[in-house]
């Protein structure tokens, strides 16, 4: 099994910038597909973005304003989110998968076998 732990999470205005963490207790390969998924309330969960073998891929709404990256060195996964909106608000989950993912199933929460718990991102208009 493998543990995920988010933190970053926070409240902010429109417009503002947050970083969330995701530490893994396992060291993260590049092969592994690493996901960030949010759900708000009252809403489906939906794929943020993920990483595999370099190529990264990002749902519409974030596109240009949302980051993601890993150090594999340091077991951690990041996503840097700028010009936040009120509509982003939602709880943040790390996922890990260890298979190969692409534009097909970036985004299907079964391709993802571990998740963590959570952090929470409220921004306020």
């Known amino acids: 099994q493998v543990a995920l732990v988010e933190s970053g999470g926070g409240s902010v205005q429109a417009g503002g910038s947050l970083r969330l963490s995701c530490e893994a207790d396992v060291y993260i390969y590049d092969s592994y597909c690493m996901g960030w998924f949010r759900r708000a309330p009252g809403k489906e969960r939906e794929g943020v973005a993920a990483?595999?073998?370099?190529?990264?891929y990002y749902a519409d709404s974030v596109k240009g304003r949302f980051t993601i990256s890993q150090d594999n060195g340091k077991s951690m996964l990041y996503l840097r989110m700028n010009s936040l909106k009120p509509e982003d608000t939602a709880m943040y989950y790390c996922?890990?998968?260890?298979?190969?993912?692409?534009?097909?199933?970036?985004?299907?929460?079964?391709?993802?076998?571990?998740w963590g718990h959570g952090t929470q991102v409220t921004v306020s208009s």
């Open positions: 996922a890990l998968g260890m298979n190969y993912c692409y534009e097909g199933s970036w985004s299907s929460s079964g391709s993802f076998g571990y």
């Open positions: 990483i595999n073998n370099g190529r990264t």
